[in-house]
């Protein structure tokens, strides 16, 4: 099943907002409803495929047949941009500027390979494509002619099985629940749950470091990276010898998180646990959210460590994103105000209940009220359901977006209030007044990641509104010491932020390893680096 071409997921999992959320809206942001839906999929002006015969038949010769080349507009519409509240408020004015030429559907790594070379002989620019919910313009490259989305969906093999070193080694086109589902028929798990998980791929995980939603528990997604294969216009590199090695620098390091700009990823092998024996979330109560990150460092410096570790500041916890599925609850009344924290805990029967019951004295001592399992429960059970929750937004004419940063303990409350400063101000100064909401939902012994959510009226041009928001926001981040995303990556909207973070040198280093992997600057050009 694809995805809505103009929202997230499955159009069928829809739901309008409540009452309680609408009346807000409309009372303390000035949200005005829309005059007009999204324009319709067949209504959208699709200009003809730019693609010269002789590659095309050389694209139709690399896969196999032109049934796997798709040319109709519609596919090309569905593979056009990601899943950013400006990409989405392009696509549903009708706004393709940003259309492949073609869709190409490689089988395997060579085939990947032979459509690499074809590329490089027609000068034809590589976007690679896994479950396209880039949320940074990572599947929107610098406009240099027509290019090929290369969508990996054909490629969803789980490959090998080792139980003994709990290694499995998966296609880049497995989306989680299918990679989830052939592990599980060997009793083994990869434990990786982003708010993507419904829709992204294993090798879009691998190409954006992403981070799931139990990583306090599993760990990110570039630290299961035990091995991956990588296509080039060059050749193929292949990395991962052993769990670790002293055999100069890691290679997995530099091609986790490149984005399609260095290659495309084919195989990924990665560390898998065993399907745990029991899976409990349960809700706490803190005064405030400084309250609460200080419960959150001390369990992720001192243990005992919970599988998920995620908190709610007051406004969040107000408006209910902390139990998507019960948006607007607390608005009405129905739920305790001060901070929500969720904490979750999975593996045998024997090691959860060690951990609840330690990590629940802790949270205690630190001022924590608990709950009980019912708002966990909740959250568990809505954690895919917030980018639902921003098309019913956008339906009902406020704007909402998310940004996401990370910084060491000692800098998050900085941080976090310069973002907040920062967004509030250049929003309200445009006359659309927001409402921002926060948690920290990845902890480390060092650190932790803070995610923001920002709803407000749209505005006369929303993009361009957003555009000015965001670039407030980059800049309070770099400026409090923050990187410029934590799991989101790079792509082009953190672009020039990033070649700053990275500094001069840093950034010609990896300009010189595309040069050697991609002499023409084919893969997705101006994504994660500028053009030279």
Known sequence: MDMLWSGWGDPAKAAPLPESVTGLLRDLLGVKPRTAGPVALEDVAVPEPRLEPAARQALFGAVGGEEHVRLDAEARIRHTRGKSTPDLL???????????????????????????????????PVVPFGGGTSVVGGLAPARRGPFVALDLRRMDQLLALDPVSRTATLQPGLRAPQAEALLAEHGFTLGHFPQSY???????????????????????????????????????IDTGRAPRSAAGPDLRQLLLGSEGAFGVITSVTVRIRPVPETCVYEGWRFASFEEGAAALRRLAQDGPRPTVLRLSDETETLIGLAQPDAIGAAVAGQQPTGCMAITGYEGTDEDTSHRREKAAAVLRECGGTPLGEEPGQRWAHGRYSAPYLRDS?????????????????????????????????????????????????????????????????????????????????????????????????????????????????GIEALRAVKRRLDPAALLNPGVLLPLD
Not at 203 to 219: I, M, T, V
């Open 198 to 236: 419904e829709w992204a791929t294993i090798g879009g995980f691998a190409a954006a470091r992403s981070s799931g939603q139990a990583s306090a528990g599993y760990g990110r997604f570039d630290e299961m990276v035990l091995g991956l294969t990588l296509a080039t216009p060059e050749g193929t």
């Open 393 to 505: 937004l956008l339906d009902a004419g406020a704007f909402a977006e998310t940004l996401e940063t990370a910084a060491f303990w000692s800098r998050v409350p900085e941080l976090y209030a310069s973002v907040r400063d920062a967004l509030t101000t250049t929003l309200t100064e445009s006359g659309t007044p927001p409402l921002i909401m926060c948690h920290i939902s990845h902890v480390y012994e060092n650190g932790a990641s803070l995610y923001f959510t920002v709803v407000s009226a749209q505005g006369d041009d929303p993009v361009a509104h957003w555009e000015k928001a965001k670039h407030a926001a980059n800049e309070a981040i770099l400026a409090a010491g923050g990187t410029i995303s934590h799991h989101h990556g790079v792509g082009t909207d953190h672009r020039d932020w990033y070649v700053r973070e990275a500094g001069p040198l």
């Open 90 to 124: 392009r696509m549903r004015e009708g706004d393709v500027d940003d259309i492949p030429a073609a869709v190409v559907l490689p089988a395997d790594h060579d085939e990947v390979a032979a459509v690499l070379r074809v590329c490089a002989e027609h000068g034809l």
